[in-house]
């Protein structure tokens, strides 16, 4: 079974900092890889995606990941964090071909601090 | 904007009512999907469609169940709610490419 663990519930960095979010998944299939930003009381947004080709994967908000297949992980960087990146980050993971139905993880909260 | 419309946005219900939420869709797309969102457990996957009249159980069903009588629409039914089904519920579709999920803002249901 698929499944999706990102280390550290919350994360707090300064303005202008590196961002870095984990997430290591399990798959016992090639997978396609997901981050999603929530911000408070709103849907999810897709930030980037994985699914074939290159591993380093360039999203909207300057943030990007790379799909390491012999780490199992598809972490999440920012050079320099900004205000308005302070929201709640899903990693999540489904099987090529299953056409959607993602697992999730449990999320990371991420603080701003000016 | 995905063309992802839920209804009600919020709603407030006692224990052992009926509630139906709606997901309405502007794309055409052939899959749907409701998930629920609750505190240290992310979003898991109720029920989804992959066409009128198909559909099949997530990860967690019991006490739910959906329909979908037109492509644009997907209904999400509690027969009696119960407080453990306090939660947000959102709906989404996969993209033309099938590899991407769009989600809805989020239906915000309170059972008391």
């Known amino acids: 079974a698929q499944s999706v663990t990102q280390l550290g519930s919350h994360v707090s960095v300064s303005e202008g900092a590196l961002v870095l979010l984990r997430c290591n998944y399990s798959s016992s299939v090639p997978p396609y890889l997901f981050w999603y930003v929530q911000y408070p009381n709103q849907g999810l947004q897709l930030l980037l995606k994985y699914t074939t080709g290159a591993t380093l994967v360039k999203g909207i908000n300057g943030f990007e990941a790379e799909f390491k297949k012999s780490e199992t992980s598809f972490h999440l960087t920012k050079p320099s964090a900004h205000m308005s990146d302070a929201a709640e980050y899903f990693c999540?993971?489904?099987?090529?071909?299953?056409?959607?139905?993602?697992?999730f993880g449990k999320g990371t909260k991420l603080s701003v601090k000016p | 904007d995905a063309g992802i419309t839920q209804s009600p946005r919020h709603k407030v219900t006692e224990t052992g009512t009926p509630v139906t939420l709606r997901c309405h869709q502007t794309e055409n797309h052939r899959y749907m999907y409701w998930y629920r969102q609750d505190p240290g457990h992310g979003l898991r996957l109720i029920h989804y469609s992959y066409g009128v009249k198909d559909t099949d159980k997530g990860e967690v069903s019991d006490g739910y169940s959906v329909s979908r009588s037109k492509t644009e629409d997907f209904l999400l039914t509690l027969e009696s709610a119960t407080s453990s089904q306090t939660s947000v519920y959102f709906c989404?579709?996969?993209?033309?490419?099938?590899?991407?999920?769009?989600f809805g803002e989020g239906s915000w249901l309170t059972v008391v």
């Open positions: 989404a579709i996969a993209g033309a490419s099938g590899n991407t999920i769009y």
């Open positions: 999540a993971v489904s099987d090529q071909g299953s056409q959607g139905n993602l697992i």
